[in-house]
């Protein structure tokens, strides 16, 4: 009860007319000035209550499918939504995203199997350890500023390999920013409803393109 | 300082940026030319008979940078022809994703383009987190956009209008705030008008302009029977003396039947 004071207050402390900065390097000054309540939002069990994932709909990107389970949080009531995002031509590049609109616009965490290689400029550390290749997460660190990173797992050739199957790394996820369906399982996900049993892995962008 | 160790290092530091990812006959390649939001910037090369392609892999138009081309902007537009122009940058569309690329004849040519068109990318993203618009230009924008297209839901065909409509879908730049169906292979392009400023007012009075006078020369010509400017006349940008001259350019030019807001009725003469 304390905590949901506390938060509560705090919430509604905010800036309104805070501009939300996207930039890595730039610091997000809601993250900073809110650093603990940010770190307990993602480390409470958070809960959905779908056991099947069924990703179904295109998103508001070209040839992504996306499909958004509500999320409950111990200490919050406004809306706290997963979407999972799948590449309609590639299913192992998809994207986990946790949003809390409320307070950021953008993802307060997420996962990416594939895409932009993120560039973490922090001082102090040899240029090609600021350099974090896809598969990765993203969060904010205390400076408020957006960093990527490399779970051991991730790290592991054998396991890495294991986590480019969505359903896999969905649990991988669901550990590292502690959700799970219901009391302790975590979700099955199907990919336009498993539709004839093909799966896609074209990972080739230019396939099937003729340039000129 | 030991300059020799300081180039060296900063010379096998970069060097160990550039990183590969074999992805079927194309090969991604991780350049060491970063955005301003953080992102390295990847680059797609692939061989086809003679020549080789380099390519964005469609990433900058599908959102893969964390954002998205502001491509409605008039200031944003300029500064992409800009860079696409200065590195001889050529796109293709391709299941609804815009891919940008540049060829080599040679295999000599490659490092060359990668350079062209890592800055090009890398610029390409960067500008796109800019927000060129002031905050009271964008009120003033959705304002007036939500105001005029509640009124024309208002209509009794409503589902003849179809909002934030392409004419030609394999276009992406020939969006407008609405298109009625007159019937089947006739159409009325609706375009809204405001302004916060009277430089605002003028360039939304250009890109309307510059927008009917592209379709006019699309293949969809023969089938539009109506042009129709929505104009906000009670906007802050509406007043200035120049305004008027715009938009009497606006109609003479491309046959544009200009309705202020305060008229607003007449737009139902051209819906039938």
Not at chain 2, 67 to 93: A, C, G, N, Q, R
Not at chain 2, 231 to 242: K, P, Q, T, V
């Amino acid at each position: 009860m304390t905590n949901k004071l506390v938060y509560y207050v705090y919430l509604h402390s905010f800036t309104p007319n805070f501009a939300i900065e996207t930039m890595a390097s730039k610091k997000n000054h809601k993250v900073k000035d809110n650093y603990i309540f940010y770190n307990e939002l993602l480390a409470k069990r958070k809960s959905i209550f779908s056991e099947v994932i069924d990703i179904k709909k295109f998103g508001n990107h070209p040839r992504t499918l996306e499909e958004s389970v509500d999320v409950t949080h111990p200490d919050v009531s406004d809306k706290m939504v997963l979407l999972v995002d799948v590449k309609v031509n590639n299913y192992n590049f998809f994207q986990f995203k946790l949003r809390y609109k409320e307070f950021l616009d953008n993802p307060i965490f997420r996962f990416d199997s594939d895409g932009a290689t993120h560039w973490n400029q922090i001082d102090g550390n040899p240029l090609h350890k600021q350099q974090i290749p896809t598969p990765h997460f993203h969060k904010f660190n205390e400076d408020g500023v957006e960093v990527a990173y490399k779970t051991d797992h991730l790290q592991d050739e054998s396991k890495k390999k294991a986590l480019e199957d969505i359903e896999n790394c969905i649990v991988h996820f669901f550990h590292e920013c502690n959700i799970r369906v219901n009391e302790n399982s975590f979700p099955s996900i199907k990919i336009l409803s498993n539709q004839l049993g093909f799966s896609f892995e074209n990972e080739d962008p230019n396939q099937n393109i003729l340039f000129l | 300082m030991k300059f020799d160790e300081v180039l060296n290092d900063i010379r096998s530091s970069f060097g160990g940026l550039w990183l590969t990812k074999q992805r079927g006959n194309s090969l991604e390649i991780i350049t060491p030319y970063a955005t301003t939001n953080n992102k390295f910037i990847s680059l797609f090369i692939t061989e086809q008979g003679d020549d080789f392609f380099i390519t964005d892999g469609g990433w900058i138009n599908s959102g893969m940078y964390d954002v998205l081309p502001k491509d409605e902007d008039t200031t944003y537009l300029k500064i992409f022809e800009h860079f696409k122009m200065s590195f001889d940058v050529k796109e293709i569309d391709s299941q609804g994703v815009t891919f940008y690329y540049v060829k080599a004849n040679k295999y000599i040519d490659i490092p060359s383009r990668v350079l062209g068109f890592s800055t090009f990318v890398q610029n390409i993203v960067s500008i796109s987190e800019i927000d060129f618009e002031t905050k009271t230009e964008k009120e003033t924008k959705h304002r007036f956009y939500s105001k005029a297209t509640n009124y024309l839901k208002l209509y009794d065909q409503e589902e003849k209008l179809k909002f934030n409509k392409f004419l030609l879908d394999e276009k992406k730049e020939l969006k407008f705030n609405a298109i009625f169906s007159n019937s089947a292979g006739s159409i009325t392009l609706i375009n809204y008008i405001t302004g916060s400023t009277d430089s605002y007012f003028a360039s939304n009075i250009f890109k309307t302009n510059t927008l009917f006078e592209m379709a006019d020369s699309s293949k969809y010509k023969r089938h539009i029977k109506n042009k129709l400017s929505l104009i906000d006349n009670n906007a802050a940008g509406y007043l200035h003396r120049s305004t008027k001259g715009y938009l009497f350019h606006l109609k003479n030019h491309t046959g544009s039947e200009i309705i202020d807001w305060s008229e607003k009725e007449r737009i139902k003469e051209f819906l039938s």
